[in-house]
C-alpha cells in the first residue's frame, strides 16, 4: 500500500474545467486508487457540463455537487504536483493555461464538448465517446506509472 506522502499528485487542466478534466479526475481516482491524489481545474472555471454529469452518471459517477475550480487559486495555494496534464484540444491548446513548474507536463488532445453539436442525443453520444476516450487513456497512465515505478497498484 503507498502512503499518503508517497502518492503521486496528478492535476488536470482544460480551459473551463467543466468536462474533460472533471472526467479524467474521476476516472484516474477510481483507476489508478490509492497510488494517486488527484484534482481537477480550469483556467476560466464555469460548471459541470449536465450531460457529462448524465454521461458519467452511466458509468458510476455521481458529478451532480462538482464543483470547479480556478488553476491559479492552486498555485497561490502553493500545491505541488508530479504531474500536470493538459486535456484541451490541439485546436485550442494555446488557451489551455500552463502550471509553473517543476512537473512532468503532458498534453493529451481531446475535443471541447462545448463544440459538440446536433440534438442533446447526438451531443450524448459525442459526450460518451469521449468518456470512453478518456478512461481508455487514464488505463494506459496508470499502466505506464505502474510499469515505470515497478508499483503494484
Known sequence: MVHSDKKIKVLFVCVHNSARSQMAEEYLRRIGKELFEVESAGFEPTSVNPLVIAA???DGFDLSTKKTQAVWNLFREG???NYVITVCDR???KECPIFPKPFVQL???FPDPESFSGT???KMEQIRALRDAIRTRIEQFVEEIT???QIDA
Request: hydrophobic content about 15%.
Open 79 to 81: 500545491k505541488f504536483y
Open 120 to 122: 442533446d442525443s447526438e
Open 147 to 149: 510499469r515505470s515505478s
Open 91 to 93: 485546436t485550442h491548446e
Open 107 to 109: 498534453k493529451w488532445s
Open 56 to 58: 458519467m452518471e452511466e
